[in-house]
C-alpha cells in the first residue's frame, strides 16, 4: 500500500511559480496512476491534472491550468511533481496528490484510493 506526502505549497505573488512534489513510500510506485487534485474554501475538490504510470507518457490537465501547470514522474525518486507557473489568485487552495492503481487517469476523486495530507498554495494579487 502506498503512502503520499505533498510538499512544496506556500505563499506566492500573482505570475510566479511554485513546484510541488508528491513523495511515495511502501508501495510500487511506478505502477500507479497519479493525479493532483485541489480544493479552495467552501469549494469541492476538483481534478487538476494526472499523469500515467509507468513511464508517465500520457497527461492530462484540467482547462483551467493548460499551458500553465506540468505534471512529471521520477519513479527512480519515486516522486510526482506539480510545476505550476503564471499562478494567480484562484489557484489558491490546497493541493493534493492521489494515487489510482489502475490503467487510466481519472478526473473524479472518487476513484482515487490512496491521499496525500494537502499542501496550501496561496497565491496573492
Known amino acids: 500500500q502506498v503512502q503520499l506526502v505533498e510538499s512544496g505549497g506556500g505563499l506566492v505573488q500573482a505570475g510566479g511559480s511554485l513546484r510541488l512534489s508528491c513523495a511515495a513510500s511502501g508501495g510500487a510506485f511506478s505502477s500507479y496512476v497519479v493525479g493532483w487534485f485541489r480544493q479552495a474554501p467552501g469549494k469541492e475538490r476538483e481534478f487538476v491534472a494526472g499523469?500515467?504510470?509507468?513511464?508517465?507518457?500520457?497527461?492530462y490537465y484540467a482547462d483551467s491550468v493548460k499551458g500553465r501547470f506540468t505534471i512529471s514522474r521520477d519513479n527512480a525518486k519515486n516522486t510526482v511533481y506539480l510545476q505550476m507557473n503564471a499562478l494567480k489568485p484562484e489557484d489558491t487552495a490546497v493541493y493534493y496528490c492521489a494515487g489510482r492503481f489502475l490503467s487510466t487517469i481519472a478526473t473524479r476523486s472518487n476513484e482515487y484510493g490512496y491521499w496525500g495530507p494537502g499542501t496550501q498554495v496561496t497565491v496573492s494579487s
Open positions: 499523469i500515467s504510470r509507468w513511464g508517465g507518457g500520457t497527461t
